[in-house]
């Protein structure tokens, strides 16, 4: 018999939530948050308005399906390895994100500090996602 690589949920949804708290960090004022918000023209008054329980919601399920991508994926490829998934995942971020958004921020005139802050965070959830579903496999029998 030989194993067959499997999505496994439990690593995706892990996954999902661990990179709830990405953003939050990158984004608060002991990292890139002051910054952030200057360059973006963004004031605590803008806040107020904000339905906050809505994006969470959002942010959420964005994540669940993007590492449920990748989690296919990686059995496509067969990762069997956290540095495996640490490398894919950046190739993954650089090809089809970093490149992609940055260049419609260069046309959206948006400053290229703020692409690096903003693509910082999603780096970080993908390989958060990358080293987890490399590390924790699933196995069934063929």
């Known amino acids: 018999m030989t194993k067959k690589l499997r999505i496994n949920h439990a690593a995706v949804w892990v996954a999902a939530v661990l990179a709830q708290f ?3 960090l990158i984004y608060s004022e002991l990292f890139f948050g002051i910054r952030w918000a200057e360059l973006n023209k963004i004031t605590e008054d803008d806040f107020q308005s904000f339905d906050m329980a809505t994006g969470l919601i959002l942010a959420l399920a964005a994540a669940v399906v993007t590492i449920y991508v ?3 994926l990686f ?5 069997e390895s956290g540095l495996e998934g640490l490398k894919i995942a950046l190739l993954i971020w650089l090809a089809f994100v970093f490149v992609e ?19 910082v965070v999603v780096l970080v959830r993908y390989e958060i996602a990358g080293v987890l579903l490399g590390v924790w496999r699933k196995y069934s029998e063929v």
């Not at 059995?75 to 990762?79: A, E, M």
């Open 22 to 24: 990405v953003p939050p």
């Open 70 to 72: 990748m989690a296919w």
């Open 75 to 79: 059995t496509k490829i067969k990762v």
């Open 101 to 119: 958004v940055g260049i419609q921020n260069h046309f959206s005139l948006r400053p290229f500090e703020l692409t690096l802050i903003d693509e």
